[in-house]
């Protein structure tokens, strides 16, 4: 396989976005809601679980390919990687945390701020690769 850390965090991320897909549809049948949310707390949770998870998912997957194709340092993207998924799990686990309102959970602070670290830094890294190429 040429691109390990690509297909690590790729197959990590098919995994969370199964186990979150089994939760939203477990919700909904407690319910027998086929569609919306019917103002349900653990319905809420697990379809926004699922939903960020297939939001940032995937461009993040991208650019790890792309870097890693373009032979980026193979140490740095496995740190970035690993972030990202302990970001997006730490986030799973925040939208699962009871809060006050107006108040996120710790976990989810940690998935946001790992997740936009992530992708600044993924995406940073990749237009800087492009310029320095196109000199």
């Known amino acids: 396989m040429t691109l ?3 297909a690590f965090v790729a197959a990590v991320c098919a995994l969370l976005l199964l186990a979150t897909a089994i939760d939203t549809v477990r919700q909904r049948l407690r319910l027998g ?3 919306g949310d019917h103002g349900d707390a653990k319905l809420i949770s697990a379809s926004r ?5 297939a939001e940032y998912a995937p461009i993040v997957v991208i650019l790890l390919g792309l ?4 032979r ?3 140490m740095a993207l496995m740190v970035i ?3 990202f998924l302990i970001g997006r799990v ?28 992530s992708l600044l830094v993924l995406g940073g890294w990749t237009l800087w690769i492009l310029a320095m190429v196109n000199l």
């Open 4 to 6: 390990p850390v690509t």
């Open 33 to 35: 809601a086929a569609f």
């Open 67 to 70: 870097l890693e194709s373009a």
């Open 90 to 117: 730490a986030h799973v686990v925040g939208l699962y945390t009871p809060s006050p309102p107006g108040k996120a959970p710790l976990g989810r602070q940690v998935g946001v701020l790992a997740t936009f670290a």
């Open 72 to 74: 980026a340092n193979h």
């Open 81 to 83: 990687g690993a972030v």
């Open 49 to 53: 679980a699922h939903g960020n998870l």
